[in-house]
């Protein structure tokens, strides 16, 4: 394919105060411009973005989404020489009326809409973005990419929890599970970097970043995933708690006389490594410190790789055979010190990486890292938006 006859699809994931944006030209590896609008609504919003290696930064006071989607788009129609394909929208939550990405229509807004309250700070702010872009480019196709949409292939063993029915049948309270573009996009990638079938391969996959979860994907369906009916559930994250018992809300209310808002807000937003450590959600800050003795760096770090490694573990009861363990996200393809420490918890499996490949694997190298006779483990670079841009042409080609 010549890089002249290759489309080019913008690729927009809106937060709730931010919006991060990449132009996938379906020839090149690279993406020729990317960036991310920050503090959206506020005196401080500003845009940052990379034209080729050309860095630039505009501060735009008080600006919104639309506001700033204003000026991403043409520097998008610029960058693609004029020839923008299409439009690739993130969206978090598809609840169960998404298996698949959707061309986007009325029917299609309202789905998310419908979704919105089980993701109440994401689901909102992608409708808004959608809603700009419409308006700005009725005529290009725009596509919506649901991370929960992979994981719909779990059985219902998977995804009910055990309360009464209706709360299932009448409010769609069950596990979804988050990070589906990821842990498809990966698992693709690791059967073709050891030259497996996708359709015969069974992996275990740990996105680990800021928001971390993991997955066990059986001939590149999702079989089964820690995150839940909101991406609160399950593993240790930057400021998120996981798994807590139920019955915590209830305590604190008794106790403290919290209120259900406060009590979210804790466990949201000042929880995980931020709250274990007293110091820092980011792992980096936390893994110099544990080096320098700071004991709720060490508490965090090793709360964290035994979670995780107690989650894969779990994970592997809906596999029928293992390939190997894919680590991912930025702190999955960075932090050599977490892959050893998570991978010492799971001896039953056989895993044993090689210390020279292990440290050899950060900042964008991808490769093997285990030692001879362990089954396979992985670092494979995440691209979610290579993916969301390969089901938007997907599609389009349709």
């Keep these: 394919m010549s890089a002249m006859s290759a489309r080019n699809i913008l690729v927009i994931n809106c937060g709730s105060s931010s919006i991060k944006f990449a132009l996938v030209n379906e020839a090149h590896t690279t993406f020729p411009l990317q960036g991310l609008a920050e503090r959206l609504g506020s005196p401080e919003a500003v845009l940052h973005w990379q034209f080729g290696d050309t860095k630039e930064t505009l501060n735009m006071p008080g600006a919104d989404h639309q506001a700033v989607l204003c000026k991403i788009l043409p520097l998008a129609q610029e960058a693609a020489g004029g020839q923008l394909s299409g439009i690739g929208h993130r969206v978090v939550h598809g609840g169960e009326h998404f298996t698949e990405a959707r061309l986007i229509d009325e029917s299609v807004i309202e789905g998310i809409r419908t979704s919105a309250q089980l993701a109440p700070l994401h689901n909102p702010a992608h409708l808004v973005g959608i809603a700009a872009t419409l308006s700005l480019f009725p005529d290009l196709p725009q596509v919506s990419v649901f991370d929960t949409a992979f994981h719909q292939s779990m059985p219902p063993h998977a995804y009910r929890y055990a309360v009464p029915e209706f709360l299932y049948k009448e409010h769609g309270v069950r596990r979804y599970g988050f990070h589906g573009t990821s842990h498809r996009y990966v698992s693709k990638r690791a059967a073709e970097m050891v030259g497996l079938p996708v359709e015969d391969s069974a992996w275990l996959s740990a996105h680990l970043g800021n928001g971390c ?49 406060q009590i979210d807000r804790m466990l949201n937003n000042d929880s995980g490594l931020k709250g274990l450590s007293g110091l820092s959600n980011d792992m980096r800050t936390l ?41 991912t996200g930025g702190i999955g393809e960075n932090s050599a010190a977490v892959r050893e420490h998570t991978v ?14 292990n440290a050899r694997c950060t900042r964008g190298v991808a490769g093997e890292i285990q030692a001879a006779g362990s089954p396979l483990i992985l670092v494979v670079p995440t691209n979610e938006e290579r993916q969301i841009a390969l089901d938007t042409l997907a599609l389009l080609d349709a």
């Design 344 to 357: 010492a918890h799971l001896k039953l499996f056989g895993f044993q990486l090689d210390a020279e490949a």
């Design 213 to 261: 979860s993991t997955c066990a994907i059986v001939n590149g369906e999702s079989r089964d995933t820690s995150m839940g009916l909101t991406p609160l559930e399950g593993l240790v994250m930057g400021t998120r708690s996981g798994d807590v018992d139920p019955n915590l809300h209830s305590y604190l209310a008794r106790a403290l006389g919290w209120t259900v808002e």
């Design 287 to 327: 893994s110099e410190a544990r080096l320098s003795g700071h004991p709720g760096a060490i508490l965090a770090f090793e709360v964290f790789c035994y979670r995780l490694a107690k989650s894969l573990a779990s994970m592997a009861c809906a596999l029928p055979k293992l390939n190997g363990l894919i680590f």
